[in-house]
Structures are given as structure tokens and as C-alpha cells.
């Protein structure tokens, strides 16, 4: 169980955040949730969770694309004995016309955030004897797909990090790791849609199947439960050993 220990999951407002902050509050954990909004809807999905697993949970805004606000998100959780690095956006364009403004918004929230939440969370892990990190990468932080450039090179940064983290820490009851799902169906995914579906001249049926499921050899999509109790596995004393490393939960896109 994870009782008595503190998660903060980035980005936990929608999606795979939600659905992890979900397994891991099923699991005993309090949990702080995040977005960049500051809703009444937001403060409800915490007192949600609060009241369905009996633990305590709130929501603290923080824009991650900012790394004052990454590194006051953990400040303000106070204990962070589990950080989730989640956030993520996504835009897809051909590189020589991928907008600055996306391509720094991506690396930013993407990949620096991580940068500042771990260095913020890491004096508090090491403080309690006890820390599990885990980073959301993709299947785009080991493999490319052509328009995603921010992305792919984001994720793959994340994964570097989270190598070199785990080295850092190698020696002492803390973990980093990243989890790398292939399609998981989330807002995230649904709003690709469009813009594939233009891009391959396709209708949605037929960007699900041929395009999307087409690298997912499962052909069915990653549900955020899975990827909850994927994090909640590495957060498990069998996972103890497990540093340094990506788990896939990709449907065996990565074994293509
Ligand atoms: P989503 O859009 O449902 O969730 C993204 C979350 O990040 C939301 O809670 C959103 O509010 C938050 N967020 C966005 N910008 C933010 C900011 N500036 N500050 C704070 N929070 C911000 O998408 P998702 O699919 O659940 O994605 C979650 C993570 O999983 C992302 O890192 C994404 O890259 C990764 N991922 C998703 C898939 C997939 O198929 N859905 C596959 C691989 C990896």
C-alpha cells in the first residue's frame, strides 16, 4: 500500500495524469493534482478522488511551461515523496512549418518541466529516505513519427533525464523511471485527429486504424487504468530495483 506517502502527478486535470492520480489514491496514496487552470471543476476532481478512495487530495494550479511555477507546485504540495511528470501538449506539423511558439511550448512543458520538478522534489525525497519518480514519456521518447519533431525530441530528452537521474540517485531508496505508452485515447489523442485526418486525406474511422493502431500491433488502445497501475507498480517495493529504465506500455508498438 501506499499509505502515507505523497504524489504529486503533473497535468492531472484530464487524461493519463487523472487516471494515474486515480490508481494511485485507489492504491492509499494522497495525491496533489495539477493543471494550469484554476477551476472550480479542477478543486472538484480532488474532492472527488478525496471522498472515493478516503484519502486527501487537492489541486494546486501551476503553469508547467513555467519553471517557477514547476518548481513552486512542489513547494506548495510541501511533501512529495512520488512525483509524476505527466504534462504534456502536443501539435503536429512538417518541421520547416512547425510554428517557434509550439516548438517552445512543447520542449517546455514536455521536457523542462521535468527538469525543474525533479530538482525540486529530490531534497525532500532524500530528506524522508524514501522517493519514486516517474516520467510519462511515449513510444515517441525511444521511436519518431515524421511531424512530431517537438515532440519526439521532447520525449526523448525525457528519457535521457530520466537515465541520468537515476544514476544520480543510484545509491540511496529513490527510483526514476519512464513509462512510455503507445495510444492511450485521451483529449490529447482525440485532438490529433483533425489535423492527421487532413494530413493523410483520410476520414476518422480510417486515421484510428490505419494511422494511429496501424504502429500499435495490439490494435486496441492503452487505457489510463493501465497506465495507473503501471505507476503504481514502479511505486511498489518489487519495483525497488527497477531505476534508470523505460517500461512500454504500447500494445508491442517499440517490439516492430
Ligand atoms: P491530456 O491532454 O488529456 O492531458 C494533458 C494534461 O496536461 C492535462 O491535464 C492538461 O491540463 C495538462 N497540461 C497541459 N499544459 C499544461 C501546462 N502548461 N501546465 C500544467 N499542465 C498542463 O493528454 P494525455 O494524453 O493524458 O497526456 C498526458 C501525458 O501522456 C503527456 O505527457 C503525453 O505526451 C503523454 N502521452 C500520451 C499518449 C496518448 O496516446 N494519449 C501517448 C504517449 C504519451
Known sequence: SLQGKTAVITGSNSGIGL????????????????????????????????????????????????GADCRALIEKAGVCDILVNNAGIQHVAPIDAFPQDKWDAIIAINMNSNFHTMA???????????????NIASAHGLTASPFKAAYVAAKHGVVGMTKTVALETAEEPITCNAICPGYVLTPLVEAQIPDTM?????????????????????????TVEQLGGTTVFLCSDAAAQITGTTLSVDGGWTAL
Open 198 to 222: 487532413e494530413k493523410y486525406n483520410m476520414g476518422r474511422d480510417e486515421v484510428i486504424k490505419k494511422v494511429m493502431l496501424e504502429r500499435q500491433p495490439s490494435r486496441e488502445f492503452a
Open 19 to 66: 487516471g494515474v492520480a486515480r490508481e494511485l489514491a485507489r492504491a492509499g496514496a494522497d495525491v496533489v493534482l495539477n493543471s494550469f487552470t484554476d477551476r472550480e471543476e479542477d478543486h472538484a476532481l480532488a474532492a472527488e478522488i478525496a471522498r472515493e478512495f478516503s484519502v486527501n487530495a487537492q489541486y494546486i494550479q501551476a503553469d508547467m511551461s513555467n
Open 120 to 134: 525540486a522534489a529530490l531534497p525532500g525525497m532524500r530528506a524522508a529516505g524514501w522517493g519514486r519518480i516517474v
